[in-house]
Nanobody, 123 residues
Framework: QVRLVESGGGLVQAGGSLRLSCTASGRTFSRLNMGWFRQAPGKERELIAA????????YYKDSVKGRFTCSRDNAKNTVYLQMNSLKPEDTAVYYC????????????????WGQGTQVTVSS
């Protein structure tokens, strides 16, 4: 089992920044692919960023490329999502997820989920 706890959401004005954190416990973090998903009202949950368990490889959805950065600190069992130049359309509940198999850029490979944290971007 993997337990994931997110933090760092909140309300920010358009153009601002937030950093989300997700701390994992229960499995060897360094072997986990870690992903960030978001779900806006009335929309499906989508994978927006991910970090492979090794090699520093990352994945980004086109809509967040150049604005969001996913990074991990294996010593702290934590993955981060730095969000810059936020837009109102980034408003959503953001979820951290983990997978120890499959391709890290495949949303269907993730089986462990955090509770979610709300990000609201005002115009």
């Amino acid at each position: 089992q993997v337990r994931l706890v997110e933090s760092g959401g909140g309300l920010v004005q358009a153009g601002g920044s937030l950093r989300l954190s997700c701390t994992a416990s229960g499995r060897t973090f360094s072997r986990l692919n870690m992903g960030w998903f978001r779900q806006a009202p009335g929309k499906e949950r989508e994978l927006i960023a991910a970090a492979m368990w090794t090699g520093g490889n990352t994945y980004y959805k086109d809509s967040v490329k150049g604005r969001f950065t996913c990074s991990r600190d294996n010593a702290k069992n934590t993955v981060y999502l730095q969000m810059n130049s936020l837009k109102p359309e980034d408003t959503a509940v953001y979820y951290c997820a983990a997978s120890y198999s499959g391709y890290y850029g495949d949303s269907h490979s993730y089986g462990y989920w955090g509770q979610g944290t709300q990000v609201t971007v005002s115009s």
